[in-house]
């Protein structure tokens, strides 16, 4: 992901900055929401207008670009945001994972960066009460702040 100034961000062709929306999250209706309150103010301005309810197809198509937590992927963002889950978590997420994927259908999808893996197992565990469509929107919430902290990260003072 290519880093902007917020000037930049704020002046630049959208089909420029759709791509970099997308890699923070995969969900193009998203990416035109971000685009469409340019200019922002500032960086809090900017962050804030991420939030938007992702539709229930929406979750599931940008779930499909994110591994599961305790995976271990070759490179690029995941990798940095699941920092905190060491090979032993791991192991203890595969369990954990498949009993949440038989519940739900869909791979657990939580905001992982600054959490240990032990805070995450205890998430996902809790989560595991859930019924499916509530649990659904709050990996839509979570999709959403996964995306507000890539979006800081790529677009700087």
Same mark, same amino acid.
């Given at each position: ?12 062709d959208p089909d420029r900055l759709r791509p970099l929306l997308t890699d923070c999250l995969a969900v193009p209706r998203w990416a035109e929401h971000v685009l469409s309150g340019?200019?922002?103010? /500032? @960086? ?7 939030? $938007?309810?992702? !539709? ?8 499909? %670009? ?18 905190g889950v060491d090979d032993e978590a791991a192991r203890r997420f595969r369990a954990a ?16 960066? /600054? @959490? ?7 998430? $996902?565990?809790? !989560? ?8 659904? %929107? ?20």
């Amino acid at each position: 992901m290519s880093e902007l100034r917020l000037t930049e961000f704020n002046s630049a062709d959208p089909d420029r900055l759709r791509p970099l929306l997308t890699d923070c999250l995969a969900v193009p209706r998203w990416a035109e929401h971000v685009l469409s309150g340019r200019p922002y103010a /500032g @960086r809090d301005e900017l962050l804030a207008a991420t939030s $938007l309810t992702l !539709r229930p197809d929406e979750i599931h198509a940008a779930m499909a %670009a994110h591994p599961r937590i305790g995976e271990k992927p070759a490179s690029g963002t995941s990798r940095t945001e699941q920092s905190g889950v060491d090979d032993e978590a791991a192991r203890r997420f595969r369990a954990a994972n498949a009993e949440y994927e038989r519940r739900f259908g869909h791979v657990y999808l939580v905001c992982a960066s /600054g @959490r240990t893996g032990d805070e995450l197992l205890a998430i $996902l565990r809790q !989560r595991l009460g859930n019924d499916p469509e509530t649990e659904l %929107a709050i990996a839509g919430e979570e999709l959403v702040e996964i995306a507000r902290l890539r979006l800081d990260k790529a677009v700087t003072r």
